[in-house]
C-alpha cells in the first residue's frame, strides 16, 4: 500500500485518512496515554488494543497548532520500544501513523529520539519483506525530512553511501519493487533538505552521486510516468545539495553538467543532435589551477569511534549496466529524452487529478507530454542552481556547450530550448539559466571580439568565439521578447537581455546590436504590465551604462532628425566599406561615425534654438514618472527604475543630454517635492550623479587648460545649481524624518566644484556652507557622514580655502568627528582634517597669504598636529590620512607658530613618526610617509644643518629607495631627497656622502621587481634617480669632494648609464657650470680629481635637452 502519490517531499506526507475527525486534545492525549502504558506483549487480546489505539489516532485531523509535541515525542519513542516487525500488518500501520504524525504536526523531534527512530525504522526495513518498503520508507521519509545533518556519521553511513548504504542498495537492487525505489530515492531527497547544520561535503556528494545515477538509468518495471517522477526527484535532490554546499559537486561537474543538459530536452528528440556522457570545459588559461577544474571528492569526515573499515573515497560517476549488485541485465542506459525538470518546486502541481477524468489515449499522451515538460523545467532550473553554486570561472569553460556560436550550431543549445519550446514555463527557467551563466562574467567577456564579416580563416580564436556567442544570444532573446505571449515569460527574456547588455564589451563588437535591441524594446517602455515595463527599462539603463559612451548609444539617443544629419554629416567616412546594415530607424553604418561628430551635432542643436529637440529616452522616463493624465497613477517600482535609468544616463553621455538640461532640472525638481519618500531619495540620487558629471567636466577641462565651453557651459552648470538650491534640494537637507535623503542630498552639495560655487549666489553659499557645518553633527551616522565629507571638499574650493573663518570652521569639525563613536565617521574626518592641511599648503602660494598665516589660530593648528599624531596610530585607513595631515603641516609651519614653547619637541616626535611608517605599514602609508617627508625637507624654517633628526630622515629614504619591494615607495622617497633646494639641508659632508652612496646604491637595485606589475615603473624610478645625482651634483661643495671620492670610484660607468637612458628633462648644463666654477676656487689634486671624474661622466651624456619640467610627485591626495 501506498500512501501518498505525490512527488515533493515539502508537503504532506499523507492524505492518509479522508475521513478524519475533528481534533480533541484532551481525547488525543488520553490515547497517548493509554498508548503508552502498554508494555511489550503477544497475546492477541493486546494487539487488538493497540490496533484499536492506532486507528483512533489516525482518524484525528492533526495540524501543527493543536498538536501537543510532548504527546508526540512520547508516542514514537514507546512505539519503537512496542511495536516489533514481528507484528505483521500492525506494524505496517504504524509506520504510516508515524508517517502521518510527523509531517501534520511538524514536531521537533530531538536528536536522541530521532536517532532512536531512524534505526528503529532502519531495523524494520532489514526485517520485512520487500512489500513492505515503501510503507516503512514513508515513515523513514518524514523522520529524515529537514534532519539530514543532525544524524551521526556511522548513521549517514548506513543510509546513503554508494554500494553499501541501505538506501542505495534499494533503489539498486534488479529485486527491489518501483514504489520501492521512488521511496528510497524520497528519503535520500529528504536527508539532502536545507537544515543546520547540514551534512558534511562527503555524504552531500554521495547522495549527489546516487540522484546522477538515478539519472543515467533506466529502471525495470518502471512506465513513463514513474520514470518522469524518479526523474523529478533526482533532480530535486541535486537542487537541495548544490544550492546548500559549494563544492560537493565540483568532482563531478561534467558529468551533472551534462545530465541536466541532456534532460532539458527530455522528450524533444533529434537525432542529429549528440548527448555526450560527459562535458569537458574549454582550457581557459593558466588562471585557473588544475585542481579546480578537477577537484578531488570531498574526503571521508572522520568518526569519533568507529568499528568499520575505511571505505574509498573515490565517488561513482555514473551507473552502468554491469553493476555489482546483480541487476545488470535489469537496468540500462536511458537516453536524453528520459530528463528531469528545474523551476519553483513548490509551485509545480503534483496532482494527477487533471487528468484522470480521461483515459483513452488522447488523455494520456496530454499526461506523459506534461510529465516530460515538468521534467524539463525541473532541468533547467536545477542547472541555473548548479550554475549559481559555482565558480564563475570554471563555469565559464563549459560555455561553448551550452550557446551556439553560430547560425548553424544552434541545435542542441539552450537557444534552441528557448526558440523551439511550446511552454511558456519551460523557457522561464532556460532564461533563468541563461541569466546565471551571464550574471557577473563581464570581465570574462572583455576578451570577445567579432570579425568582419568578409574574413575568412581556418583558425577561430576563443575571443572570436565569444564574439559570436554573444551575437547569437542577442539574436535569440529578440527572437523570444519579439513572439513571446506570457507576461512572465517575456518580463524574465528583458532581465536577461538586460543582464547580456550589462556584461558584453560592446565597443569590441560590430555595431548594430543595441539598436536592434533598443528598437525591439521602446514599445515595452509604455506596457501595461508593471513587471515588463520595469524590466525595458532596466534594458535601457544598462544599455547607457556600459562602456560609456558608446557611439552606437549616442546615435540611439538622438532626436530622428538629428541622427539622420549626424549619419549624413559622417556618410562621406563610410561610403567607401560597402558594408552597410539595415536596421530599420536605428540602423548604423558599417563603420560607425566618431563620438565628436555626435556631440558636435548636440551642441549645434542646443545652440540653435532655446526650444531644441528633448532627447527621447528622457521624455519617455519622465513619463513614467510623472502620471500625464489626471487621475492616473503609475506604480512606484517604474518611478524609481526611471529615475535610475537617468541616473545612468547623465553619467556616461552629458555632452548629448546639454539640449535637455532644462526638461531634465525640471524632472528632478519635481522628484524631490514628490510625496513619496523614495522617490525624493531617487531624485536626489540624479542631482547627485549629473553634478558629479558636469564637475567631472570642469576639472577635465581643467587639467587639459582648455577654456572652450562649447561641450557644457559654465552659465548651464550655474543656472541648473540654482534652480536646485532655490528651494528643492534645501528643504530635502531639512527634511528630519529621511536620514538616506539628507546624506544624498549632502553628497549632491559635494559635486558641485569650485567653479561653479564661486559663481553661485551669495546667499546660496552662506545657505550650503551652514546647513553643512550643521550636519556633521546630525544624529544619523550616514548624514553626519555625508555631511562631514561634503565640507572636505568644500575646503579646497580656491574661493574657501582662503576663508580663514571657514577653514577654521571645518577643521573644528573634522577634529570633532574624529571623537565620533562610528569608525567609518572617523575615517571620513580623518580625511578632511587631511583636506585642510591641503588648503592650509596650497594657501602658502597665494599673495593673501602672509595676512591667512597670521589671521590663522596657532593653537588650533597645534591641536591639529595632536590629532594627526593620534591618527597616526589608529586604523590603516586613518593611518594614511594622519601621515598626509602631519607632512602637510610640518611644510606649513611659520616662524610666529615655531616660537612656541616645546615645538622643537613636537616637531622632533612628528619626525620620528613618520621615518617610523616610511619604513612599516601598508603601502599606501609607506608612501604617504615619503611624501610628508619630502614636503618637511621643504620648509626652511625649520630643516638646517643643525636639526638632530636630519641624519635620520635621510637614512630612512635612502633605505626606502634601496629596499622597498613597492616601487611607487621607492620614487616618492627619491622625489623626496630632491625637495631640499639648498646645500645646509643635507648635513654634514658625511651625510651628504651617505645620501650619494644611497642614490647610487638604488641605481643598482632599480631593476630588481618582485612583483611583474613593477616593471612598469622601472624607467620612472631611473628617471627620478638621474635627476636626483643631477640634483646632487649642483649643490655639492668644495668639502664634500673628499668623501665623495670613495662613492663615485668604481661607480662612473652606472651613474653615466642612467644618465643615458634618461636624457629628456635633465639640464645637465647647470650642473656643469658648477663644477666649473668649484674647479675655479684652486681645489688640490684629490679634490679636482673628483670634480674631473664628475664633468666627464656629464659631459659623456650631455645631449640636446629640453627645459626641465617643474618637479611633480606621484602621490596626488585622493578626494574619496
Known amino acids: 500500500m501506498e500512501p501518498s502519490s505525490n512527488l515533493s517531499w515539502r508537503k504532506d506526507c499523507h492524505s492518509y485518512n479522508d475521513y478524519a475527525v475533528a481534533f480533541s486534545p484532551d481525547r488525543f492525549h488520553k490515547l497517548v496515554t493509554r498508548f503508552c502504558g502498554m508494555k511489550y506483549v503477544r497475546k492477541e487480546d493486546d494487539n487488538r488494543d493497540i490496533n484499536t489505539v492506532i486507528d483512533e489516532l489516525t482518524s484525528f485531523?492533526?495540524?501543527?497548532?493543536?498538536v501537543n509535541e510532548k504527546d508526540i515525542s512520547s508516542f514514537i519513542r514507546h512505539c519503537c520500544s512496542v511495536i516489533t516487525p514481528d507484528l505483521g500488518q500492525l506494524s505496517i500501520k504504524c509506520c504510516l501513523l508515524l508517517s502521518y504524525m510527523i509531517c501534520r504536526s511538524e514536531v521537533d523531534l530531538d536528536s536522541n529520539l530521532l536517532i532512536q527512530l531512524v534505526k528503529y525504522l532502519t531495523y524494520f526495513v532489514t526485517k520485512f519483506d520487500k512489500w513492505a518498503y515503501p510503507d516503512i520508507l514513508q515513515a523513514l521519509k518524514a523522520a529524515l525530512t529537514g534532519r539530514g545533518g543532525r544524524l551521526p556519521l556511522e548513521v549517514l553511513d548506513d543510509l546513503v553511501t554508494t554500494e553499501t548504504g541501505l538506501l542505495h542498495r534499494i533503489l539498486f537492487d534488479s529485486e527491489s519493487d518501483i514504489m520501492a525505489r521512488k521511496s528510497a530515492?524520497?528519503?535520500?531527497?529528504?536527508?539532502?533538505?536545507?537544515?543546520?547544520?547540514?551534512?558534511e561535503d562527503f555524504y552531500a556528494s554521495q547522495c549527489l552521486n546516487i540522484f546522477l545515477s538515478v539519472l543515467k538509468t533506466r529502471f525495470p518495471k518502471a512506465d513513463e510516468f514513474m520514470q518522469c517522477k524518479l526523474?523529478?526527484?533526482?533532480?530535486?535532490?541535486?537542487?537541495?545539495?548544490?544550492?546548500?554546499?559549494?563544492?560537493?559537486?565540483?568532482?563531478?561537474?561534467?558529468e551533472l553538467l551534462a545530465a541536466l543538459k541532456a534532460y532539458s530536452f527530455f522528450g524533444r528528440d533529434d537525432p542529429s543532435v549528440h548527448m555526450p556522457t560527459c562535458l569537458q570545459p574549454v582550457h581557459m588559461g593558466p588562471d585557473v589551477p588544475p585542481s579546480l577544474v578537477n577537484p578531488a571528492p570531498p574526503p571521508r569526515p572522520q568518526k569519533k569511534q568507529t568499528k568499520k573499515k575505511t571505505r574509498t573515497r573515490k565517488i561513482r560517476s555514473e551507473l552502468t549496466a554491469s553493476d555489482d549488485e546483480g541487476g545488470g541485465g535489469d537496468t540500462e542506459t536511458i537516453s536524453r529524452n528520459s530528463c528531469v525538470d528545474p523551476l519553483p518546486w513548490r509551485q509545480l502541481s503534483e496532482s494527477e487529478s487533471d487528468y484522470s477524468d480521461t483515459e483513452t489515449a488522447a488523455g494520456v499522451t496530454s499526461k506523459y507530454q506534461t510529465f516530460q515538460r515538468r521534467v524539463r523545467q525541473y532541468s533547467l532550473t536545477t542547472l541555473c542552481t548548479v550554475i549559481k553554486a559555482s565558480m564563475k570561472r570554471l563555469i565559464f569553460g563549459y560555455w561553448a556547450s551550452f550557446f551556439p556560436t553560430g547560425p548553424d550550431d544552434v541545435a542542441g543549445t539552450l537557444a534552441a530550448v528557448l526558440k523551439d519550446e511550446t511552454s511558456s514555463r519551460v523557457k522561464t527557467?532556460?532564461?533563468?539559466?541563461?541569466?546565471?551563466?551571464?550574471?557577473?562574467?563581464?570581465?570574462?567577456?572583455?576578451?570577445?571580439?567579432?570579425?568582419?564579416?568578409?574574413?575568412?580563416?581556418?583558425?577561430t580564436p576563443f575571443s572570436v568565439l565569444l564574439g559570436n556567442i554573444i551575437r547569437e544570444l542577442h539574436n535569440t532573446l529578440l527572437t523570444v521578447i519579439k513572439t513571446e505571449s506570457s507576461h512572465l515569460t517575456l518580463t524574465q527574456a528583458v532581465k536577461c537581455l538586460s543582464t547580456l547588455i550589462n556584461n558584453s564589451p560592446y565597443?569590441?563588437?560590430?555595431?548594430?546590436?543595441?539598436?536592434k535591441s533598443v528598437k525591439l524594446l521602446r514599445p515595452y517602455l509604455s506596457h501595461k504590465d508593471t513587471n515588463i515595463r520595469v524590466a525595458a527599462l532596466t534594458s535601457m539603463g544598462a544599455m547607457v551604462t556600459i562602456h560609456a559612451p558608446l557611439i552606437e548609444v549616442s546615435h540611439i539617443l538622438l532626436p530622428p532628425t538629428a541622427q539622420e544629419n549626424v549619419l549624413e554629416g559622417d556618410s562621406t567616412k563610410s561610403s567607401g566599406e560597402g558594408n552597410s546594415r539595415s536596421s530599420g530607424a536605428n540602423s548604423l553604418p558599417s563603420t560607425p561615425p566618431s563620438l565628436s561628430a555626435v556631440d558636435s551635432q548636440a551642441k549645434s542643436r542646443s545652440k540653435g534654438s532655446k526650444d531644441a529637440e528633448v532627447m527621447w529616452l528622457i521624455k519617455t522616463c519622465s513619463r513614467c514618472i510623472f502620471s500625464s493624465s489626471a487621475g492616473a497613477t503609475l506604480q512606484l517600482p517604474i518611478r524609481l527604475e526611471a529615475l535610475q535609468v537617468l541616473s545612468c544616463l547623465v553619467a556616461g553621455y552629458l555632452p548629448l543630454i546639454r539640449s535637455s538640461l532644462h526638461y531634465l532640472t525640471n524632472i528632478i525638481v519635481e522628484a524631490?517635492?514628490?510625496?513619496?519618500?523614495?522617490?525624493?531619495?531617487?531624485?536626489?540620487?540624479?542631482?547627485?550623479?549629473?553634478?558629479?558629471?558636469i564637475n567631472k567636466h570642469f576639472q577635465q577641462q581643467e587639467l587639459s587648460r582648455e577654456g572652450d565651453d562649447s561641450t557644457f557651459s559654465l552659465d548651464e552648470a550655474l543656472t541648473f545649481w540654482s534652480c536646485l538650491l532655490s528651494g528643492p534640494l534645501v528643504q530635502a537637507l531639512q527634511n528630519s524624518s529621511n536620514s538616506q535623503l539628507r546624506a544624498t542630498c549632502c553628497l549632491c552639495l559635494a559635486n558641485i566644484g569650485g567653479q561653479v560655487f564661486?559663481?553661485?549666489?551669495?546667499?546660496?553659499?552662506?545657505v550650503c556652507i551652514t546647513m553643512l557645518l550643521g550636519l556633521t553633527s546630525d544624529p544619523e551616522i550616514i548624514v553626519r557622514d555625508a555631511a562631514i565629507r561634503a565640507t572636505g571638499v568644500f575646503v579646497l574650493y580656491p574661493c574657501q580655502r582662503l576663508d580663514v573663518s571657514f577653514v577654521a570652521d571645518t577643521a573644528n569639525a573634522a577634529l570633532l568627528s574624529m571623537k565620533d563613536e562610528s569608525t567609518p565617521v572617523q575615517i571620513r574626518a580623518s580625511w578632511v582634517m587631511a583636506n585642510v592641511t591641503d588648503a592650509l599648503v596650497l594657501n602658502m602660494a597665494s599673495d593673501d597669504f602672509p595676512s591667512f598665516a597670521?589671521?590663522?589660530?596657532?593653537?588650533?593648528?597645534?591641536?591639529?598636529?595632536?590629532v594627526a599624531t593620534e591618527a597616526c596610530y589608529g586604523d590603516d585607513k586613518m593611518k594614511y590620512n594622519g601621515v598626509r595631515a602631519l607632512g602637510n603641516l610640518l611644510k606649513y609651519l611659520q616662524p610666529h607658530t615655531l616660537e612656541r614653547r616645546s615645538m622643537s619637541q613636537l616637531i622632533e616626535s612628528s619626525v620620528n613618526l613618520l621615518v617610523k611608517w616610511l619604513s612599516q605599514g601598508v603601502m599606501k602609508v609607506r608612501w604617504n610617509a615619503s611624501y610628508a617627508l619630502g614636503s618637511l625637507l621643504q620648509n626652511d624654517y625649520i630643516v638646517s644643518a643643525s636639526a638632530p633628526w636630519l641624519e635620520q630622515v635621510h637614512d630612512g629614504l635612502g633605505l626606502a629607495m634601496k629596499t622597498c619591494k613597492n616601487f611607487k615607495v621607492r620614487i616618492n622617497s627619491v622625489q623626496a631627497i630632491q625637495m631640499a633646494a639648498t646645500r645646509s639641508k643635507y648635513g654634514s659632508p658625511e651625510l651628504f656622502s651617505r645620501i650619494w652612496k644611497n642614490v647610487v646604491e638604488a641605481m643598482n637595485e632599480s631593476t630588481n621587481a618582485e612583483d611583474f606589475t613593477d616593471y612598469k615603473h622601472i624607467s620612472s624610478l631611473s628617471h627620478q634617480l638621474s635627476k636626483a645625482i643631477l640634483h646632487l651634483t649642483s649643490l655639492i661643495e668644495s668639502d664634500d669632494l673628499v668623501l665623495l671620492r670613495a662613492v663615485l670610484f668604481g661607480k662612473e660607468n652606472t651613474i653615466k648609464s642612467f644618465l643615458e637612458k634618461s636624457p629628456e628633462n635633465l639640464d645637465r648644463k647647470v650642473c656643469l657650470s658648477h663644477l666649473n666654477s668649484l674647479e675655479k676656487k684652486g681645489l688640490d689634486a684629490e679634490k679636482l680629481s673628483v670634480v674631473n671624474s664628475l664633468t666627464s661622466i656629464l659631459a659623456a651624456t650631455d645631449t640636446e635637452v629640453e627645459d626641465e619640467k617643474s618637479l611633480k610627485s606621484t602621490f596626488k591626495p585622493s578626494y574619496d
Open 672 to 693: 524631490l517635492a514628490d510625496a513619496d519618500p523614495s522617490v525624493q531619495l531617487h531624485g536626489a540620487k540624479t542631482a547627485e550623479s549629473l553634478g558629479r558629471s
Open 231 to 254: 526523474l523529478s526527484i533526482a533532480l530535486e535532490g541535486i537542487h537541495e545539495v548544490t544550492s546548500n554546499t559549494k563544492t560537493a559537486h565540483g568532482s563531478i561537474l561534467g
Open 61 to 66: 485531523r492533526l495540524s501543527a497548532k493543536s
Open 854 to 866: 597670521k589671521s590663522f589660530s596657532d593653537v588650533l593648528l597645534l591641536r591639529l598636529i595632536d
Open 507 to 515: 565597443q569590441k563588437l560590430r555595431p548594430g546590436l543595441l539598436s
Open 429 to 459: 527557467s532556460a532564461l533563468a539559466a541563461v541569466a546565471a551563466f551571464l550574471d557577473r562574467s563581464k570581465s570574462a567577456l572583455l576578451v570577445a571580439t567579432e570579425r568582419e564579416s568578409s574574413s575568412t580563416t581556418p583558425f
Open 758 to 766: 564661486e559663481r553661485i549666489e551669495t546667499n546660496q553659499q552662506i
Open 185 to 199: 530515492l524520497q528519503c535520500v531527497g529528504a536527508v539532502c533538505l536545507r537544515c543546520e547544520p547540514y551534512m
